[in-house]
């Protein structure tokens, strides 16, 4: 054997030291399960020794006993021996002393472990703790009780509890419990759709129909699955509707910002154009007031002249009468009255305020026929808010109509036999070949033409890809009798596009041309309260086509007229 150096020595001596130590770590680890107690799994407290032998903590046992179905009869949880009456439990206090002693040697890893597994105010506790609860790992279905970690143990080791169903952690297990029998209810009543215990089965239940309480959940998770599905969808559209009335919301914003901005303008407008007007009437009155003044000035400038020349002959005539010569005043005076006296003034010419009157009954009369005419048209503007609503500006770009999009389909029970339908009920085409259909009271026997399934009321856009020899309408729904081509009644709006008249809109038998080539996709656009109907070729810039403003008093449906080797098919709208 080679000799020890100093760092072999003291290597020794560390790895002799950790085994000593692993050792009595497996000596401690041993007394501790010796003196755990088999119900809570923990060191004894206040340590009780039954007749068959088997030690338990006093809280343990007591509260095992009391939760015991029979109470005449108790039992040993380990071995199952059963004692009558129930025993008179008494401390032992060796085993006592020696847990205390064995209790000074427990590690403070376990004191951390079992604070984090306390139970907070929404977990399920365990049923089995004293004092502090932990927190439950599972719940047993048998024993209706919910355990920790530690208190499961049995559970998981006695081959006695093999047949107990572990759960997660469940509150109030007592709801599974029978009042009637305090029997566990695993079986459900399907004529009376409640879950029951196997007495009553036997009992009030008798000639029911009845399985167990698994097989019956998975049929209810069947029809749970399907009202998932239904309440999702409903979800869906609820979504889609909320969405739709936040567009309103926002639309009608800018509708009003937009209003509010026009009416500014119009009124700036207005309000210039008055200024102006007014200016030009007072410029118009300055000069016609500077000339009358001038006019005045004139005639009074005049008559300062007359008054002059009568009063230098008035003094004549006045020395004249003072002489005394007979012969002297006859040739003056001769003289002297060939003066006229008259004024050479015209009167007429003297009334200049006449035009600032009339100017002002223009005026008046001018601002009655405005106030008249304001009135007149604010009250066909002053709508409820309903009527706001109904009346709010058509959309302008294709991503404002996509907001209210419609998913249309055709209605096989309507289409003609020569109409071939395909893609779901989305396109037509017109064929020569007729096909076999049942008699339906709602089919055209006449016209080419198919109605949709969907009823338009409200707001509503969608668009089709057409092709020459295409009609596409709104109508109102009507008898077999009534059916004719769309827009040769009153009951129906069409825009069709031929290949000898072009594109015409058509309404109880009267034509209108659209002068605008449309493209090969149309999009239409309806507001059925508004009583507004739209054709627009559609593209990134929608192009108008034509438009009816009318009044809808019945719900509608979209109308297809096609002819022999045309076709129409409604887009799918994002």
């Known amino acids: 054997m080679p000799p020890l150096t100093g760092s072999s020595f003291q290597e020794m001596k560390a790895s002799q030291s950790s085994e000593r130590s692993e050792m009595a770590q497996t000596r401690v680890d041993l007394q501790r399960e010796c003196f755990s107690c088999p119900i809570c799994l923990d060191l004894l407290t206040d340590p009780v020794t039954l007749p068959c032998g088997h030690n338990y903590c006093m809280t343990c046992i007591n509260g095992s006993w009391d939760r015991e179905a029979d109470k005449n009869v108790y039992r040993c949880p380990q071995c199952s ?21 064995l209790n000074k040697t427990r590690p403070h890893a376990a004191t951390a472990a079992a604070v984090c597994s306390y139970a907070g105010p929404d977990d399920v506790c365990c049923d089995s703790c004293t004092g502090r609860k932990m927190r439950a790992f599972k719940s047993c279905q048998v024993c209706l009780v919910s355990f920790c970690e530690q208190h499961l143990q049995p559970h998981l080791r006695e081959s006695a509890f093999k047949r107990h169903k572990l759960v997660n952690p469940v509150r109030q297990l007592e709801e599974n419990i029978c009042t009637s029998h305090r029997e566990v209810m695993k079986i459900f009543c399907r004529t009376d759709r409640q879950v029951i215990c196997y ?22 998770e069947k029809e749970a699955e399907q009202s998932r599905g239904r309440t999702q969808q409903t979800i869906r559209k609820t979504e889609k509707d909320l969405r739709q009335l936040q567009q309103e919301e926002k639309s009608i914003t800018v509708s009003a910002e937009r209003a509010e901005k026009d009416s500014d303008e119009i009124f700036t407008q207005m309000t210039t154009l008055f200024q102006r007007r007014r200016s030009e009437v007072e410029q118009q009155i ?4 500077e000339a009358d003044v001038s006019q005045v000035q004139m005639l009074q400038e005049e008559l300062r002249k007359e008054i002059t020349e009568l009063r230098r002959k008035d003094a004549e005539l006045e020395k004249l009468l003072q002489t005394e010569d007979h012969t002297n005043f006859l040739q003056k005076f001769a003289s002297l009255s060939e003066v006229g006296v008259s004024s050479t003034v015209s009167r007429a010419n003297v009334c200049p305020h006449n035009y600032s009157r009339n100017v002002a009954a223009a005026l008046l009369a001018c601002r009655d026929q405005l106030q008249d005419f304001l009135r007149d048209r604010w009250t066909s ?46 396109k037509v085409k017109g064929v020569s070949k007729k096909h076999l259909r049942p008699h339906h009271p709602d ?47 009153d009951k ?21 041309e659209v002068s605008v080539r449309p493209s090969s996709r149309v999009g239409v656009y309806l507001d059925h309260s508004a009583g507004l109907l739209s054709f627009y ?34 887009v799918k709208l994002n």
Request: with cysteine.
């Open 81 to 101: 021996q059963t004692f009558t009456p129930r025993p008179s439990l008494q401390k032992n206090t060796l085993i006592a002393e020696l847990v205390e002693a």
């Open 199 to 220: 007495l009553c089965a036997v009992d009030g239940h008798k000639d029911h129909d009845t399985v167990s309480a698994a097989a019956a959940r998975g049929e209810q």
């Open 286 to 289: 300055k000069s016609q007031s």
């Open 381 to 426: 503007m002053s709508l409820t808010p309903e009527e706001h609503l109904l009346l709010e500006a058509e959309p302008q770009t294709r991503a404002e109509f996509l907001i209210y999009s419609r998913d249309i389909t055709l209605n096989p029970n309507t289409a003609h036999a020569c109409l071939q339908l395909s893609e779901g009920n989305r």
């Open 443 to 489: 089919r055209f026997t006449d016209e080419w033409q198919v109605l949709s399934r969907e009823t338009l009321t409200g707001r509503g856009y969608w668009e089709v890809k057409w092709t020459v020899g295409v009609s596409v309408a709104v109508a109102l729904k009507s008898s077999t009798e009534e059916h004719q081509e769309f827009g040769f009644n």
């Open 492 to 512: 129906s709006w069409s825009l069709c596009w031929s290949t000898h008249s072009g594109c015409e809109f058509l309404h109880d038998s009267v034509t209108h």
């Open 537 to 570: 070729s559609a593209s990134d810039t929608m192009t108008l086509l034509h438009r009816v403003q009318t009044t809808f008093t019945k719900p509608l449906y979209v109308g297809v007229g096609v002819g022999v080797r045309s076709s129409c098919e409604f």
